[in-house]
Antibody, heavy 120, light 107 residues
Framework: QVQLQESGPGLVKPSQTLSLTCTVSGSSVLSGGYYWSWIRQHPGKGLEWIGYFYYGGSTYYNPSLKSRVSMSVDTSKNQFSLKLSSVTAADTAVYYC????????????WGQGTLVTVSS | EIVMTQSPVTLSVSPGERATLSCRASQSVSSSLAWYQQTPGQAPRLLIYDAFTRATDIPARFSGSGSGTEFTLTISSLQSEDFAVYYCQQYNNWPWTFGQGTKVDIK
């Protein structure tokens, strides 16, 4: 059974960098048939794509966040990570890591989500 | 960025009744449209993709229709577990974008 699990600090100070890791079990981030992504949900509000990548392919970032976001993969640990710099209160959200089929931009598998609060 | 607009914001329905949810795209997304269901404290669950194809293990009471800019999700006979928030999402153009959601609650 494939599972995704987010981890990282639940509280980040304004202007600092938010760092999260997604640990994948039951599948490999090297799997060519899938994309891996980060999606966030502001409290009580809708969903926003942060970015996605295919292993061995390109990484795509939401233009609204592109100047502040980076994603990376650690194949030795079967993990992928998110960094979001210069955070403000507007970055407070539940952050999900997710997986979808490479053939279309839908998400079939989600992590449980982790709440990150930006506050001093 | 393609803006997805859902209506209504809230839909009050009695169990066993039919629910019809709408989603409009600011420009054509062809049939690259998905619907998700989210219950409190849970991640979204994919219901429909390619505008009308049910995802694995999704009951037949859920159906999708539409193309271009106008889409509909229909739940033919609401069950207790269907009271939730529903989101549409386009994946025709990056960044992929979601609607703001429609909450289906008990009348």
């Amino acid at each position: 059974q494939v599972q995704l699990q987010e981890s990282g600090p639940g509280l980040v100070k304004p202007s600092q960098t938010l760092s999260l890791t997604c640990t994948v079990s039951g599948s490999s981030v090297l799997s060519g048939g899938y994309y891996w992504s980060w999606i966030r949900q502001h409290p009580g509000k809708g969903l926003e794509w942060i970015g996605y990548f295919y292993y061995g392919g390109s990484t795509y970032y939401n233009p609204s966040l592109k100047s502040r976001v980076s994603m990376s993969v650690d194949t030795s640990k079967n993990q992928f990570s998110l960094k979001l710099s210069s955070v403000t209160a507007a970055d407070t959200a539940v952050y999900y890591c997710a997986r979808g089929p490479k053939s279309r931009g839908v998400t079939l598998l989600w992590g449980q989500g982790t709440l990150v609060t930006v506050s001093s | 960025e393609i803006v997805m607009t859902q209506s209504p914001v809230t839909l009050s329905v009695s169990p066993g009744e039919r629910a019809t949810l709408s989603c409009r795209a600011s420009q054509s997304v062809s049939s690259s449209l998905a619907w998700y269901q989210q219950t409190p404290g849970q991640a979204p669950r994919l219901l429909i993709y390619d505008a009308f194809t049910r995802a694995t293990d999704i009951p037949a009471r859920f159906s999708g229709s539409g193309s271009g800019t106008e889409f509909t999700l229909t739940i033919s006979s609401l069950q207790s577990e269907d009271f939730a928030v529903y989101y549409c999402q386009q994946y025709n153009n990056w960044p992929w974008t979601f609607g703001q959601g429609t909450k289906v609650d008990i009348k």
